[in-house]
């Protein structure tokens, strides 16, 4: 099993900010349109962002003008920096393929709370 790694998540005060990272295996990184999903208590895992190796992003109504995701192809990282945070932003966030998850990949995510 394949398991990218999350980190970067925390407490921040509503309005505020985070930059989350996800290292994954270059096997995984080159070849797949990557993505950031995000699960809040007591609801389904949802796809926020999601880049080609290209650039070319789409982001979550949700998110948009708020959320960017970048990617450093030479690092094999991902990453979602995350701006006007919300309360409604709370979840655990995973990286993994997009906009097609592959199981395998799924890891323990990084979690971010928006409380004051």
């Known amino acids: 099993q394949v398991q990218l790694v999350e980190s970067g998540g925390g407490l921040v005060q509503p309005g505020g900010s985070l930059r989350l990272s996800c290292a994954a295996p270059?096997?995984?990184?080159?070849?797949?349109?990557m993505g950031w999903y995000r699960q809040a208590p007591g609801n389904e895992r949802e796809l926020v962002a999601r880049?080609?190796?290209?650039?070319?992003?789409v982001y979550a109504d949700s998110v948009k003008g708020r959320f960017t995701i970048s990617r450093d192809n030479a690092k094999n990282t991902l990453y979602l920096q995350m701006n006007s945070l919300k309360p409604e932003d709370t979840a655990v966030y995973y990286c993994n393929s997009a906009p097609l998850p592959v199981v395998n990949y799924w890891g323990e995510g990084t979690s971010v709370t928006v409380s004051s």
């Open positions: 270059e096997s995984v990184f080159n070849v797949n349109f």
């Open positions: 880049m080609g190796r290209g650039g070319s992003a």
